[in-house]
């Protein structure tokens, strides 16, 4: 009963936020201290969401929950040195397993000393830079939700939602075309203090305007022209993944932009994460924005090859109602698991956003 509370309290909560983000767009406070150069923000992200799921022959089931419900702080502390960080509550209120969910816990914590654009040094709970879905940020997604396979690393190497602690270099050359990412992170150190550190590293090529923040975009809706190329490792003992990934958007006629994502992982756990076998993953996403409109509809396919053969694969469609950008939406989808060829799920889902940030 109490998460039921809590969850309607949290339902609550991003309806008069979404009031207040319709009216205003801004953060929930902002501090400034012109003369060291200082800025705090403080802000909500919040995902109220209604499902049903229908599993094999079995009656479908239904759920309204919080998706996401984040609390975000940012600022610079100097005009070098900077954070962000933020909690995250998911699944408020869905069932699962019989049990209502109510787990609050830190979802990131990043410090940036930007030596230059081309030096930047970063400690904390960290994304692993394994591919550009999964370093994506959940307030600008195209779609309902992630790929289903950009975090298949993250329980194994007991990392959360593909975060993890370490450190990282992080830098933009060539004009802030090219950046690279170089990480030393836990792994599975936490459960195996002899285990070697894990490595990851990722280089992009920006051909149009560069991204040099800690997350990446996954729609503007036309306000920039992006064509992203990268790819990434991540090592640690005998496990290793590798990625290759591409993003592409651009503004169209009268104010609409196309949309276009493509991420190929390979995850191989060897000796060292025998619960990870050796599978090969894909994501394709694609979708359209009618500017003037504030609407859009998208598609998200992603398959999943495992090395002893079994095949599963993912599609969604949808459609966004793009009120005030990210910052206040409503997105609808309709998707499909297939397992060994034959239909294993169908989830219809609809989901508001408030980011007031």
């Known amino acids: 009963m109490r998460s039921q509370n809590l969850s309607t309290t949290a339902l609550a909560l991003s309806l008069v936020t979404l009031g207040s983000s319709l009216a205003a767009a801004q953060p929930l406070l902002t501090l400034k201290d012109p003369q060291r150069e200082a800025t705090v923000v403080v802000g909500l992200l919040s995902q109220p969401t209604v499902a049903w799921e229908k599993v094999g022959d079995a009656d479908g089931s239904g759920s309204v929950y919080v998706r996401r419900l984040r609390i975000i702080g940012a600022g610079n502390i100097t005009r070098k040195l900077k954070f962000f960080l933020d909690s995250d509550t998911p699944n408020l209120g869905r069932e699962m397993s019989g049990v209502r969910q109510h787990v609050t816990y830190l979802q990131d914590l990043v410090v940036t000393y930007a030596f230059k654009d081309e030096i930047q040094v970063e400690g904390g709970l960290l994304l692993v830079p394994e591919s550009y879905n999964s370093l994506q940020s959940a307030a600008s997604l195209l779609t309902v939700g992630y790929g289903p396979?950009?975090?298949?690393?993250?329980?194994?190497?007991?990392?959360?939602?593909?975060?993890?602690?370490?450190?990282?270099?992080?830098?933009?050359?060539?004009?802030?075309?090219?950046?690279?990412?170089?990480?030393?992170?836990?792994?599975?150190?936490?459960?195996?203090?002899?285990?070697?550190?894990?490595?990851?590293?990722?280089?992009?090529?920006?051909?149009?305007?560069?991204?040099?923040?800690?997350?990446?975009?996954?729609?503007?809706?036309?306000?920039?022209?992006?064509?992203?190329?990268?790819?990434?490792?991540?090592?640690?003992?005998?496990?290793?993944?590798?990625?290759?990934?591409?993003?592409y958007e651009r503004p169209v006629r009268d104010r609409d932009a196309l949309t276009?994502?493509?991420?190929?992982?390979?995850?191989?756990?060897?000796?060292?994460?025998?619960?990870?076998?050796?599978?090969?993953?894909?994501?394709?996403?694609?979708?359209?924005?009618?500017?003037?409109?504030?609407?859009?509809?998208?598609?998200?396919?992603?398959?999943?090859?495992?090395?002893?053969?079994?095949?599963?694969?993912h599609w969604q469609v949808g459609g966004a109602w793009w009120l005030r950008g990210h910052r206040a939406n409503l997105k609808a989808g309709v998707g499909r698991v297939t397992r060994g060829g034959s239909s294993t799920s169908t989830q219809v889902s609809l989901q508001t956003q408030v980011f007031a940030f």
């Open 149 to 247: 396979y950009s975090f298949v690393s993250s329980a194994p190497t007991t990392s959360k939602i593909g975060r993890d602690q370490g450190v990282q270099l992080r830098g933009y050359l060539a004009g802030k075309h090219l950046e690279y990412r170089v990480a030393a992170l836990r792994g599975i150190r936490e459960i195996d203090p002899h285990a070697a550190v894990r490595t990851a590293a990722r280089v992009a090529w920006h051909v149009f305007e560069p991204q040099t923040g800690l997350f990446y975009a996954g729609t503007t809706q036309g306000q920039k022209k992006l064509l992203v190329l990268g790819a990434s490792v991540d090592r640690q003992d005998g496990y290793g993944s590798s990625a290759v990934d591409a993003f």
């Open 260 to 313: 276009c994502q493509l991420d190929v992982i390979h995850y191989d756990g060897g000796a060292t994460l025998r619960q990870l076998p050796r599978q090969n993953t894909w994501l394709l996403e694609t979708g359209y924005t009618w500017g003037r409109r504030r609407l859009g509809a998208f598609a998200q396919a992603a398959g999943q090859h495992l090395a002893g053969g079994t095949r599963t694969t």
